[in-house]
Structure formats: structure tokens, C-alpha cells
């Protein structure tokens, strides 16, 4: 809760981001026909300058690729946003691929 306060009151001061800043970032996933649909990202926040190194682990099924999915703009998220060096994944999608590089 604590990071949620902190990137909370950063996004409110519009305080540029000097690394990545995830704000409230949800995914559900739709079920197949007859299936429950899948929320794989709910509600997520954090913020990692630049210089800091950011692990995401998690079980099977806890959201990992999502997360990262969606902050390259691979997969559509349904709410919140995240930026990365200031650049909006909404509005500047082109410059934040640019800017990226993701191991798998």
C-alpha cells in the first residue's frame, strides 16, 4: 500500500519519471465460450528509477508476462498506465519500444 501512496502522489504533482512508473495496471483476460474470465493484472503500482533493477516473480499464472505484455504495448490493458522515462505507453507507444529491451 505504501508504494501505491508514493506513485499515487507523484502522478498527482505530475513529478516527471525517470524510469518506469506503473499505475494502477489491470487485465482480465476473457473466457472461452462457457469459461470464467481470467484477471491477470489488478490494480498494480510501482515506480523503479533508473539505475534500480526490478525483479517480478510470481507463480504460474500470477501475471508476470502480462505485466510486461502490456507495458511494451504487446497486449491491451483495460485500466490504469504506465510510463517510462515520461513517455505515456497511451500516447507514445512508437518512442517507449524504442527505449526497451525485454529478455524472456
Do not use: P, W
Not at 505507453?89 to 518512442?95: A, S, Y
Request: glycine share 12%; aromatic share 6%; proline share 0%.
Amino acid at each position: 500500500m505504501e508504494e501505491k501512496k508514493i506513485v499515487i502522489e507523484s502522478e498527482k504533482k505530475g513529478s516527471k519519471i525517470n524510469g518506469v512508473r506503473v499505475v494502477g495496471l489491470s487485465k482480465t483476460y476473457q473466457g472461452f465460450t462457457g469459461s470464467k474470465e481470467a484477471e491477470a493484472l489488478k490494480n498494480v503500482f510501482f515506480e523503479v528509477k533508473k539505475g534500480e533493477l526490478l525483479g517480478v516473480m510470481g507463480h504460474n499464472g500470477a501475471g508476470k508476462s502480462t505485466l510486461i505484455n502490456v507495458i511494451c504495448g504487446l497486449v491491451y490493458k483495460d485500466s490504469g498506465n504506465a510510463k517510462i522515462f515520461d513517455l505515456n505507453i497511451e500516447d507514445d507507444l512508437r518512442q517507449v519500444r524504442k527505449r526497451m529491451g525485454v529478455v524472456s
